[in-house]
């Protein structure tokens, strides 16, 4: 009797131990509201926020930091506001405009839930679309000693978790980034930005500073100055001006292969052209330099590293970087072995070269059945040839005027015909008399000369 006593007791018991639970759901199914903790919520609840809560507030953001997200932010404090608006000149939030409000706290927002440990090196896009062409702004984040973002804000209380996200306190505001922000904050770029700052300079980061122009940027990593020598002692300003091709910012899916002009020009103000070349493999610039890492994204502009300095061009260097004068370049070399056309043409010049393209040179080989190849060509006749296309000076398309005769280094002249048939830009009547030959592409400017396109190779005057 005593132990069915007590199964009757344990039962009774556990009949009211699952009323109890029972009841108890019951009320919270009554009452499906659970506390808040978005990252708004969050940040309500935190003293030093206060003006970040305003912000928020006025650039109508609250309810995105309340959604699903989830949300990395870095938030900064009332002390970092406050530093902030004093160095833009605002007296208080209501006097920065809505959209740079906006602009800025969104570049403080990046997608996913991101712990201090959990964080990426480098550069990760923010949700601020002000950057050039209305790209996401890049956002590099170094975490050699603690976490910095943009070389500006440091985080001085991770890891703060909110239900649709984490949130990290950071100590300065971080503005949009310009070109330069971005150089200043990567330590690959580091030797960039001492050239560009060498004994005082600030006309590169005046330049590049000016968030009312758009720039794209070839930027060298640290590695890629250290391997640079200077062989032939241009000035160094030039070269690095060389890097930056003012206009459109163009990012990684807009780059096409062709020739761009750069800021650098030359002794007479002629902007130096680049040749880029986009392929399977990658992008380069000039043949010599390769984009190692595209589109980081400033208020003003593209940065593409890249892992060789590019030094200031010869009419050398964009016939061997251009693949449509591949058989033009094995002209100068293996098809003239007695004679020095590279050296010729790098030299000081100025040079204006005519240069025709792989379909004239075979329209050359295919009006001869004994030639297959440009070394079957008579060494001698190629190069009178190619003297014939050679003009001293620096010859641009603005100097070219009907019925303008320059002499060429084999002695005889040419004359240009404006204005050109149907595509071409120019008409050129060679040594041999021939009227059918176009000038397709103009001012391929080099340092130490400019190109003119052929559609057809010219012959000099056989009769001299």
């Known amino acids: 009797m005593k132990l069915l006593s007590r199964f009757f007791t344990l039962a009774a018991l556990v009949a009211l131990a699952t009323f109890t639970s029972c009841s108890d759901d019951d009320d919270d199914n009554n009452n499906p509201e659970q506390e808040s903790n978005t990252i708004v919520d969050l940040a309500v609840a935190t003293q030093e926020l206060g003006t970040l809560v305003d912000a928020l507030t006025a650039a109508n953001l609250a309810g995105t930091l309340q959604g699903a997200g989830p949300f990395t932010v870095f938030a900064p404090t009332d002390d970092a506001f406050a530093a902030f608006l004093e160095a833009n000149n605002f007296s208080s939030l209501d006097d920065v405009p809505n959209d740079v409000l906006t602009a800025v706290l969104l570049n403080?927002?990046?997608?996913?839930?991101?712990?201090?440990?959990?964080?990426p090196?480098?550069?990760?896009s923010s949700l601020s679309t002000a950057g050039a062409d209305g790209r996401a702004l890049s956002m590099f984040i170094d975490k050699t000693n603690g976490v910095r973002i943009n070389g500006v804000a440091t985080v001085t209380a991770a890891d703060n978790m909110a239900d649709n996200g984490v949130v990290h306190i950071v100590d300065a505001v971080i503005g949009l980034p310009t070109v330069v922000t971005h150089a200043l904050a990567n330590p690959n770029l580091t030797e960039l930005v001492g050239a560009l700052t060498a004994d005082g300079n600030t006309t590169f980061t005046n330049l590049l500073s000016d968030a009312s122009a758009t720039y794209t940027v070839f930027a060298p990593v640290n590695a890629a100055f250290t391997a640079f020598d200077n062989p032939d002692g241009n000035d160094i300003?030039?070269?690095l001006s060389y890097h930056v091709i003012a206009g459109d910012a163009a990012f990684s899916d807009e780059l096409a292969s062709g020739y761009v002009s750069a800021f650098a020009t030359n002794m007479d103000g002629d902007n130096l052209s680049q040749y880029i070349?986009?392929?399977?493999?990658g992008v380069s610039i000039n043949g010599m330099s390769n984009v190692a890492a595209a589109d980081i994204v400033a208020v003003n502009g593209a940065i593409h590293a890249v892992d060789a300095v590019i030094d200031l061009p010869k009419v050398t260097t964009f016939a061997v970087a251009d693949p449509t004068f591949a058989p033009l370049v094995t002209a100068l070399t293996s098809g003239t072995p007695d004679t020095d056309f590279v050296t010729v043409l790098n030299g000081a010049g100025p040079f204006t070269v005519f240069a025709p393209t792989a379909d004239a040179f075979q329209a050359l080989l295919d009006s001869n059945d004994d030639w297959n190849e440009v070394t079957d060509i008579d060494a001698t006749l190629l190069t009178s040839v190619l003297n014939h296309h050679v003009v001293s000076g620096n010859v641009r398309s603005g100097d070219l005027t009907d019925g303008i005769n320059p002499p060429t280094l084999e002695g005889d002249n040419i004359i240009i015909n404006l204005p050109g048939t149907g595509d071409n830009i120019a008409d050129v009547t060679d040594g041999s008399g021939a009227t059918d030959i176009g000038i397709i592409a103009v001012d391929v400017q080099a340092n130490n000369g400019v190109i003119h396109v052929l559609n057809k190779v010219m012959i000099p005057d056989t009769t001299n």
């Open 277 to 281: 070349n986009v392929s399977d493999n």
């Open 237 to 239: 300003n030039t070269i």
């Open 121 to 124: 090196e480098g550069y990760i």
């Open 108 to 119: 403080h927002v990046i997608a996913g839930n991101n712990t201090a440990a959990t964080l």
